[in-house]
């Protein structure tokens, strides 16, 4: 009787040993998830612009949000951030000291391992983003392409889309809020719209009074990034 007394408790000790190992296992696995992200793209900061994305996570989805702001370092003389390796104007805003730029942006992951600390996600995203400065008494020297020198006003807006391959990183510990990051790469499909207008200046070493140039184009690019920010 006594050996079936043990035996029974023994058997008790470790039914409710493993029913808390499992629950500490669900525990740490439950700490890596994530429901909300607010992330910066780092790199960008040295642009300046900054950017800001808040996430939703939905079980195996998530939805986002991201607005950025770009402001202008500079208001007169010589353009040099867009010159040389990333001479295309049109294609240099971002090097670009004279814009202004805002973005708005949407985004939808879908992901592979939503509770893992690792996460293999697909991500589709639509943004827009307004470039412009006004009157400002700028010039811009690339001998190979586009150089004017004038009082410029420059207007343009580029429509994103991209679907990009990512991993989600969790960081560890037992804290609600964590550090996350994601690291991405695709492809981005935009499309440009510009208008530039000229007073008082020369365009290509051609003096104008007044001169209104507009265009837009197509193109499908290769693009990687990175963003990191904390979790809860």
Known sequence: MKKILYTGIALMIASMANAQ????????????????KLMIRPLELLVPNISITAERHF?????????AFKPATREQG?????????????SGNMLNEAYNALTAGVNSKTYLHPQK???VYIDGQL?????????????YRNVEGCRFA??????????NARILFGCSVVGRGTRKTKLVADF????DMRFKSWQYITHDGTVMDLYHSYLKETGSYWALTPYVGMMVGIGR
């Open 150 to 159: 004038g009082t410029r006003t420059e207007r343009m807006n580029v429509y």
């Open 184 to 187: 991405y790469g695709g492809l």
């Open 59 to 67: 079980e195996k989805r998530s939805l986002g949000l991201t607005v």
């Open 117 to 119: 600390k690792k996460s």
């Open 21 to 36: 190992e499992q629950q500490h296992t669900d525990e740490v696995e439950q700490a890596q998830y994530v429901k909300y």
């Open 78 to 90: 010589e353009i040099i951030g867009a010159t040389g390796l990333f001479g295309n104007y049109r």
């Open 127 to 139: 943004s827009y983003r307004h470039w412009w400065f006004d009157n400002k008494d700028v010039s």
